[in-house]
Structures are given as structure tokens and as C-alpha cells.
Nanobody
Framework: VQLQASGGGMVQAGGSLRLSCAAS????????MGWFRQAPGKEREFVAAIRWSGGTTYLVDSVKGRFTISRDNAKNTVYLQMNSLKSEDTAVYYC??????????????????WGQGTLVTVSS
């Protein structure tokens, strides 16, 4: 599975961005897709995840009410809609795919494939 993330950029606090992650290759094996982020000097952290079949979603508490994760199965693409952005959302965002049906969705170790990062910068 190959993942291509896009949509990052610079936005003022309170603004919005939508990240996309297009999957190709053995997409039939995908069980769950996730978004992680890594701010400068910090560890990579879980942001959101979605079950490929059924669409169950998971969000870290700090983004609930502001971010939404969704998928388009026909396009093999997952989206992260980010609203009401804050300076603390500044980070490189990575999409990832779990094809092994891990039970834990919030750990980076549960994902088998990773896309390149896309930088989100929120200015205050």
C-alpha cells in the first residue's frame, strides 16, 4: 500500500484546512486509516482514525469538535477536515494504514504503512 498525503499549508488561527491521503496498491487489505502529527521537538501523536469498512471514527480529545475524519472508498482516500485551528495544531501530519487489524488504533506501531508528511502551520 502506498499513501500520498496532501493539503498542508499555512493558515491563521481559527482557519481551516483539509488534508487528503490517497491510497494505492493493495488497498483491499486496509482495515483502518489514521492520522498522526509530530510537532517540532515532540513525539508523534495520534490524531484520528477511521475504519475502512463501516466508517467508525476515533479522535483524540484535543481535536474533538474541531476535526473530522472521513473516507471515500471509491477514491481510496481519507480526509482530515481541520476547523478552528490553533497554534498548537502546528505539526507535520502523517497518514497511515493498518492492514493487520490491530486492536489498538492510537499507537503508531499499529500501522503498517505510512505516507510522507504534510506540514501544517497555524499562525497566531
Amino acid at each position: 500500500v502506498q499513501l500520498q498525503a496532501s493539503g498542508g499549508g499555512m493558515v491563521q488561527a481559527g482557519g481551516s484546512l483539509r488534508l487528503s491521503c490517497a491510497a494505492s496498491g493493495r488497498t483491499f487489505s486496509m482495515y483502518r486509516m489514521g492520522w498522526f502529527r509530530q510537532a517540532p521537538g515532540k513525539e508523534r501523536e495520534f490524531v484520528a482514525a477511521i475504519r475502512w469498512s463501516g466508517g467508525t471514527t476515533y479522535l483524540v480529545d484535543s481535536v474533538k469538535g474541531r476535526f473530522t475524519i472521513s473516507r471515500d472508498n471509491a477514491k481510496n482516500t481519507v480526509y482530515l477536515q481541520m476547523n478552528s485551528l490553533k497554534s498548537e495544531d502546528t505539526a507535520v501530519y502523517y497518514c497511515a494504514a493498518d492492514s493487520s487489524r490491530h486492536s489498538i488504533y492510537s499507537s503508531a506501531s499499529a500501522y503498517d504503512y505510512w505516507g510522507q508528511g504534510t506540514l501544517v502551520t497555524v499562525s497566531s
